[in-house]
């Protein structure tokens, strides 16, 4: 019987035996109920549960097809990423190793087996570092024990540390190998062929201690090797430091150009190589300033030998492009330990002596002395000054009246510049020219006596003429017909009233460009007059070449006059030959009444000096012109 | 020790326990709320067994043997030769007191030579877990803690405990059992079978659960219960909730039962903690295998005191169990009482919730929908 049914039948059996089938009837359909119920329940909750399960799976499905969407996009994007990784790494300037943790070759580059020259096929992942070596031991492009080395990159590798290090390879190329280890193990390295960039460097570095145009040892590697020998010197043994500059290299550069001045420092940097013992250093220290060092001096003598030697190499004419170029140096000599320890201080007393050289006559040397430090400061005080002077306008002319005796009237003034220093009295050109030409400042100084020149005459009365000086320097400088173009221009001044008088030394410099530049100026209707006639190298050779307006005879000869009949000879022989030939003369320093007689009777032009007028400002020579005539009249 | 076990039914009166009334150390009782609440059980049991702790506490129904009763009280004497007992009751007004409760008991109970705890406590005003936790707290590591709440019937109105006092509502009582010579064997199993997909407590506070997978979790019930959902919150137990936490799933599976629900907040609170995060899981019984599960646990409990013939078997069922096997209910309690010595007496009730260590975490916990039963015999010597 049925275990529960059994029960219920229990139940409802009274103590009589007998069974209340009311009470069992009840319970059997209280069963049955709960029967139903648990059936109705089950079948609704599975019901239930299949929906919710179904959803589940539906949304599982959706999430499974979301998933893969975007794992296809991300695979699809790796793809892209590789492609890219592998464009990247391929296209690197450096060769590049990568090894995972275990020390095996996982990635490789294009521009590696470019560096080693190495077969695409040799190389393949999975390698080791003693492998790698093998293949570049079989080409060539490793020297050394395969096992040994990358025993030592597995050590330095695992120690984390980053290693850097030059390989030198057999065929003279130089490789820049880094290695650097990876958070995740493994290590990459960068090959790198820095032979290019190395010679570069080197070249840069030779760059910054020579010289460009000479390839000379520059100021900096002269000063370095000068603090070499220096340490050297004391126990007993010398040196000497030779400073040289060339003579006149700033008016040869003005005039034929700075490309000729650049082949004559050349020419003159191989010259000096040429005659220096093998342990002496030449430098270029700057524009045309040369240094030599001469270690190991045995005597002091052997300095003035190898000056001496220097000297008459450079003397010579070089050829520069057809131009036979003359040039002299002067050269200043300081010796370590007596004149100084230290390389600025030796350089610094080798310039003052060269200073000195330079004044004592150029194309020859001096050794420094102590006392040239007090008068080279003195002149480069001037010299400062000198360069302030233009701009604080303390230049101011005077005027020097000439006479036509003949007709006893003042036909010219000559302009004379003096400076106005603010410390000390008027300065005479004599003190300041020469300073002013070494120094460059000789041009603007000229061009400024022009213009003012120009705009003072302006204003004189019955077409006085004026004369200005000309350097050397001015006439060789290709601006000089536009700036005197300019100054007759600006002070309204007709050209037939400006002399120009120039030295015999400009037409010792002579050249083509020099009479071009004299006939430009005629042509403009300027005159040209021959100065201090007759103290030169003078050859009357110049007044064939050049048709002068005007010979100015040098006061000497005027001097002479009274006591000499041969320079009454002379002169009388000078206006012979200059009225032949269509010029007019000028007799110099003229100081006596006597001597205005003289000259009148020898047939000079004109006369000028203090007889008739010392040099005097503007105001001054304007009364002068408006008084002289009546004044001399009177006095004759 | 000795066992007498007797009953009493209105009309009837108590029938039993006359030998053993003056040895008598626990009267143990179970009863409906009807039969105990006017107080006069208590006065006749006093009256019976004056040196007794009288302890017990109202029930969804009684079992004895192999019967399952409503309307009548069941009991059990206990004389024991070498173990020594203490009772300790404590108030819980509602239940944030609950584990202020326990610990309070425990603190009484605590003693090195505490073997073990049985605990009844109000079934509807006190934290299960809350209570548990207080308790095991304070008497300590290694000491099994069983029992279960008290019940009352499928109404959940009101439920009564006493302890060496007329059973009241609000109430915990425990007794301990001290010495060497007592055996204390504990089992418990459920027997349900988890169906449907699993879901994620996202909303709770304590035992009370607001949302499963972001959806009210009363909704989800109701759907499920259909017309059925008229008898709320009893029904619920027709489907109780398997809960574990993700992070240690093993040591965590409990299984929780619905002791009231708020229509408002559509929210239903447990007799345990349903902490948030925890993965839960619909489950439905099936006669025969809840049957196999109240065996297991009878095999459990038995297999700790094999030994000794005489003894108490303590059966506690969840109330939810009796509410979908309604007359199978028998089955479980016969497939119980079969992993027994006959000798042993076997009494129990239907609760609202069971008490017992973990079977696999060993730590005592609250247990939901499932049969626990605490057997208790005692070494073999004389009484001192």
Same mark, same amino acid.
């Given at each position: 019987?049925?275990?529960?049914?059994?029960?219920?039948?229990?139940?409802?059996?009274?103590?009589?035996?007998?069974?209340?089938?009311?009470?069992?009837?009840?319970?059997?359909?209280?069963?049955?109920?709960?029967?139903?119920?648990?059936?109705?329940?089950?079948?609704?909750?599975?019901?239930?549960?299949?929906?919710?399960?179904?959803?589940?799976?539906?949304?599982?499905?959706?999430?499974?097809?979301?998933?893969?969407?975007?794992?296809?996009?991300?695979?699809?994007?790796?793809?892209?990423?590789?492609?890219?990784?592998?464009?990247?790494?391929?296209?690197?300037?450096?060769?590049?190793?990568?090894?995972?943790?275990?020390?095996?070759?996982?990635?490789?580059?294009?521009?590696?087996?470019?560096?080693?020259?190495?077969?695409?096929?040799?190389?393949?992942?999975?390698?080791?570092?003693?492998?790698?070596?093998?293949?570049?031991?079989?080409?060539?492009?490793?020297?050394?024990?395969?096992?040994?080395?990358?025993?030592?990159?597995?050590?330095?590798?695992?120690?984390?540390?980053?290693?850097?290090?030059?390989?030198?390879?057999?065929?003279?190329?130089?490789?820049?190998?880094?290695?650097?280890?990876?958070?995740?193990?493994?290590?990459?390295?960068?090959?790198?062929?820095?032979?290019?960039?190395?010679?570069?460097?080197?070249?840069?570095?030779?760059?910054?201690?020579?010289?460009?145009?000479?390839?000379?040892?520059?100021?900096?590697?002269?000063?370095?090797?000068?603090?070499?020998?220096?340490?050297?010197?004391?126990?007993?043994?010398?040196?000497?430091?030779?400073?040289?500059?060339?003579?006149?290299?700033?008016?040869?550069?003005?005039?034929?150009?700075?490309?000729?001045?650049?082949?004559?420092?050349?020419?003159?940097?191989?010259?000096?190589?040429?005659?220096?013992?093998?342990?002496?250093?030449?430098?270029?220290?700057?524009?045309?300033?040369?240094?030599?060092?001469?270690?190991?001096?045995?005597?002091?003598?052997?300095?003035?030998?190898?000056?001496?030697?220097?000297?008459?190499?450079?003397?010579?004419?070089?050829?520069?492009?057809?131009?036979?170029?003359?040039?002299?140096?002067?050269?200043?000599?300081?010796?370590?330990?007596?004149?100084?320890?230290?390389?600025?201080?030796?350089?610094?007393?080798?310039?003052?002596?060269?200073?000195?050289?330079?004044?004592?006559?150029?194309?020859?040397?001096?050794?420094?002395?102590?006392?040239?430090?007090?008068?080279?400061?003195?002149?480069?005080?001037?010299?400062?000054?000198?360069?302030?002077?233009?701009?604080?306008?303390?230049?101011v002319l005077q005027y020097q009246p000439i006479l036509n005796p003949r007709e006893n009237r003042i036909t010219c003034c000559e302009a004379l510049v003096r400076?106005?220093?603010?410390?000390?009295?008027l300065?005479g050109p004599a003190?300041?020219?020469?300073?002013?030409?070494?120094?460059?400042?000789?041009?603007?100084?000229?061009?400024?006596v022009?213009?003012?020149a120009c705009?003072d005459a302006?204003g004189w009365p019955n077409d006085t003429k004026v004369a200005v000086n000309l350097?050397?320097?001015?006439?060789?400088?290709?601006?000089?017909?536009?700036?005197?173009?300019?100054?007759?221009?600006?002070?309204?001044l007709?050209?037939e009233r400006l002399e120009l008088e120039i030295t015999e030394s400009?037409?010792?410099?002579?050249?083509?460009?020099?009479?071009?530049?004299?006939?430009?100026?005629?042509?403009?209707?300027v005159k040209i007059s021959l100065d201090d006639f007759g103290t030169g190298?003078s050859?009357l050779?110049y007044l064939?070449?050049?048709p002068f307006d005007k010979l100015k005879i040098d006061r000497s000869f005027i001097r002479d006059l009274s006591s000499g009949e041969d320079s009454l000879a002379i002169v009388r022989a000078v206006t012979t030959m200059a009225e032949s030939l269509g010029m007019i003369t000028t007799a110099e320093g003229v100081e006596t009444e006597e001597q205005l007689a003289q000259v009148s009777r020898l047939g000079c032009s004109e006369a000028q000096g203090f007889f008739i007028g010392r040099p005097q400002p503007l105001e001054e020579i304007l009364r002068l012109l408006r008084d002289y005539a009546p004044r001399r009249a009177k006095s004759a | 020790?000795?066992?007498?076990?007797?009953?009493?039914?209105?009309?009837?009166?108590?029938?039993?326990?006359?030998?053993?009334?003056?040895?008598?150390?626990?009267?143990?009782?179970?009863?409906?709320?009807?039969?105990?609440?006017?107080?006069?059980?208590?006065?006749?049991?006093?009256?019976?067994?004056?040196?007794?702790?009288?302890?017990?506490?109202?029930?969804?129904?009684?079992?004895?043997?192999?019967?399952?009763?409503?309307?009548?009280?069941?009991?059990?004497?206990?004389?024991?030769?070498?173990?020594?007992?203490?009772?300790?009751?404590?108030?819980?007004?509602?239940?944030?007191?609950?584990?202020?409760?326990?610990?309070?008991?425990?603190?009484?109970?605590?003693?090195?030579?505490?073997?073990?705890?049985?605990?009844?406590? !109000?079934?509807?005003?006190?934290?299960? /877990?809350? *209570? +548990?936790?207080?308790?095991? &707290?304070?008497?300590? %590591?290694?000491? =099994?803690?069983?029992?279960?709440?008290?019940?009352?019937?499928?109404?959940?109105?009101?439920?009564?405990?006493?302890?060496?006092?007329?059973?009241?509502?609000?109430?915990?009582?425990?007794?301990?059992?001290?010495?060497?010579?007592?055996?204390?064997?504990?089992?418990?199993?459920?027997?349900?079978?988890?169906?449907?997909?699993?879901?994620?407590?996202?909303?709770?506070?304590?035992?009370?659960?607001?949302?499963?997978?972001?959806?009210?979790?009363?909704?989800?019930?109701?759907?499920?219960?259909?017309?059925?959902?008229?008898?709320?919150?009893?029904?619920?137990?027709?489907?109780?909730?398997?809960?574990? !936490?993700?992070?240690?799933?093993?040591? /965590?599976? *409990? +299984?929780?039962?619905?002791? &009231?629900?708020?229509? %408002?907040?559509? =929210?239903?609170?447990?007799?345990?903690?349903?902490?948030?995060?925890?993965?839960?899981?619909?489950?439905?019984?099936?006669?025969?295998?809840?049957?196999?599960?109240?065996?297991?646990?009878?095999?459990?409990?038995?297999?700790?005191?094999?030994?000794?013939?005489?003894?108490?078997?303590?059966?506690?069922?969840?109330?939810?169990?009796?509410?979908?096997?309604?007359?199978?209910?028998?089955?479980?309690?016969?497939?119980?009482?079969?992993?027994?010595?006959?000798?042993?007496?076997?009494?129990?009730?239907?609760?609202?919730?069971?008490?017992?260590?973990?079977?696999?975490?060993?730590?005592?916990?609250?247990?939901?929908?499932?049969?626990?039963?605490?057997?208790?015999?005692?070494?073999?010597?004389?009484?001192?």
């Amino acid at each position: 019987m049925n275990r529960l049914f059994a029960r219920q039948v229990a139940a409802a059996t009274k103590p009589s035996g007998e069974v209340d089938l009311d009470a069992l009837g009840k319970q059997v359909v209280a069963a049955y109920e709960e029967a139903a119920r648990d059936r109705r329940r089950t079948d609704r909750s599975i019901g239930l549960m299949v929906d919710e399960l179904d959803q589940l799976n539906r949304g599982l499905e959706r999430l499974v097809e979301e998933r893969t969407a975007a794992l296809r996009d991300r695979e699809a994007e790796l793809r892209a990423q590789n492609l890219r990784f592998d464009a990247a790494i391929n296209n690197m300037s450096q060769g590049l190793l990568m090894f995972d943790a275990q020390g095996r070759l996982a990635i490789h580059n294009r521009r590696y087996l470019e560096v080693y020259r190495l077969p695409p096929e040799k190389i393949k992942p999975g390698m080791t570092v003693e492998d790698l070596i093998r293949c570049r031991i079989e080409n060539g492009t490793f020297a050394g024990d395969p096992v040994e080395y990358s025993k030592k990159i597995n050590v330095l590798m695992a120690s984390g540390a980053t290693y850097n290090r030059l390989h030198e390879l057999p065929d003279g190329r130089t490789v820049s190998v880094v290695s650097q280890p990876m958070a995740s193990g493994g290590w990459v390295v960068t090959h790198e062929d820095i032979t290019e960039r190395r010679s570069a460097e080197k070249k840069i570095a030779h760059m910054a201690h020579h010289d460009a145009l000479t390839d000379l040892p520059n100021r900096a590697l002269l000063r370095e090797r000068l603090a070499e020998a220096l340490a050297h010197v004391g126990t007993g043994a010398r040196l000497a430091v030779f400073y040289l500059d060339l003579d006149n290299f700033k008016g040869i550069n003005d005039t034929l150009g700075h490309q000729l001045g650049d082949e004559l420092l050349k020419c003159v940097g191989d010259r000096l190589l040429a005659c220096a013992p093998a342990n002496v250093t030449v430098a270029r220290v700057g524009g045309d300033e040369f240094a030599i060092i001469l270690p190991e001096l045995g005597a002091i003598n052997d300095a003035a030998i190898l000056a001496n030697q220097v000297c008459e190499a450079i003397r010579p004419p070089c050829d520069l492009c057809g131009h036979a170029v003359i040039t002299d140096t002067s050269i200043g000599i300081a010796i370590a330990p007596d004149d100084g320890t230290d390389p600025d201080e030796l350089m610094k007393n080798a310039d003052m002596a060269l200073y000195r050289a330079k004044a004592a006559g150029r194309g020859t040397f001096r050794f420094f002395e102590p006392e040239m430090d007090a008068s080279i400061k003195a002149r480069r005080a001037i010299e400062s000054s000198l360069r302030a002077a233009l701009a604080r306008g303390e230049f101011v002319l005077q005027y020097q009246p000439i006479l036509n005796p003949r007709e006893n009237r003042i036909t010219c003034c000559e302009a004379l510049v003096r400076w106005q220093h603010p410390e000390r009295r008027l300065v005479g050109p004599a003190e300041f020219i020469s300073v002013a030409e070494e120094i460059g400042l000789i041009i603007p100084i000229g061009d400024w006596v022009l213009r003012r020149a120009c705009a003072d005459a302006a204003g004189w009365p019955n077409d006085t003429k004026v004369a200005v000086n000309l350097s050397a320097i001015q006439v060789m400088n290709a601006n000089l017909v536009p700036v005197v173009i300019s100054a007759l221009a600006a002070a309204g001044l007709p050209a037939e009233r400006l002399e120009l008088e120039i030295t015999e030394s400009v037409m010792m410099q002579n050249t083509e460009a020099t009479l071009a530049t004299l006939h430009r100026l005629r042509e403009l209707g300027v005159k040209i007059s021959l100065d201090d006639f007759g103290t030169g190298f003078s050859s009357l050779g110049y007044l064939r070449r050049f048709p002068f307006d005007k010979l100015k005879i040098d006061r000497s000869f005027i001097r002479d006059l009274s006591s000499g009949e041969d320079s009454l000879a002379i002169v009388r022989a000078v206006t012979t030959m200059a009225e032949s030939l269509g010029m007019i003369t000028t007799a110099e320093g003229v100081e006596t009444e006597e001597q205005l007689a003289q000259v009148s009777r020898l047939g000079c032009s004109e006369a000028q000096g203090f007889f008739i007028g010392r040099p005097q400002p503007l105001e001054e020579i304007l009364r002068l012109l408006r008084d002289y005539a009546p004044r001399r009249a009177k006095s004759a | 020790m000795r066992v007498e076990q007797l009953s009493w039914r209105q009309g009837a009166g108590w029938r039993g326990g006359r030998n053993v009334a003056d040895k008598a150390d626990l009267l143990l009782y179970f009863g409906t709320r009807a039969a105990l609440a006017c107080g006069a059980r208590y006065g006749e049991m006093r009256a019976m067994f004056p040196g007794a702790h009288i302890f017990g506490c109202s029930t969804g129904g009684q079992i004895r043997n192999n019967d399952v009763t409503d309307d009548d009280v069941v009991a059990v004497a206990l004389s024991f030769a070498r173990t020594r007992l203490k009772l300790a009751c404590a108030p819980a007004a509602d239940a944030t007191q609950s584990r202020a409760a326990g610990e309070t008991i425990g603190r009484e109970l605590a003693a090195d030579d505490l073997a073990g705890v049985f605990v009844l406590s !109000d079934g509807l005003n006190v934290n299960g /877990s809350a *209570l +548990v936790a207080g308790l095991a &707290a304070a008497v300590g %590591d290694g000491v =099994s803690i069983t029992g279960g709440l008290a019940g009352d019937g499928a109404q959940f109105e009101e439920t009564l405990v006493g302890g060496d006092c007329a059973p009241s509502k609000h109430n915990v009582a425990a007794v301990g059992f001290y010495g060497s010579a007592v055996r204390i064997g504990h089992g418990s199993a459920g027997g349900w079978d988890e169906f449907g997909p699993r879901r994620r407590i996202t909303r709770s506070q304590g035992n009370v659960l607001y949302e499963l997978d972001g959806e009210p979790a009363l909704d989800l019930y109701k759907r499920y219960l259909g017309e059925e959902a008229d008898g709320l919150p009893g029904t619920a137990l027709l489907f109780p909730l398997r809960i574990r !936490d993700p992070r240690c799933p093993d040591e /965590s599976d *409990l +299984v929780r039962t619905v002791l &009231a629900v708020d229509h %408002d907040a559509r =929210s239903m609170t447990f007799a345990g903690d349903m902490p948030e995060g925890w993965v839960s899981q619909l489950m439905r019984g099936n006669f025969d295998r809840l049957a196999a599960g109240a065996a297991d646990a009878a095999r459990q409990a038995s297999g700790g005191t094999r030994e000794s013939g005489d003894g108490v078997a303590i059966l506690v069922s969840c109330i939810g169990r009796r509410l979908l096997m309604g007359q199978h209910a028998m089955d479980e309690v016969a497939a119980a009482g079969g992993e027994f010595d006959p000798r042993m007496a076997r009494l129990g009730f239907y609760s609202y919730g069971e008490i017992s260590p973990h079977n696999r975490s060993g730590v005592c916990q609250l247990h939901n929908q499932t049969m626990t039963v605490t057997a208790i015999t005692e070494a073999a010597g004389s009484r001192p």
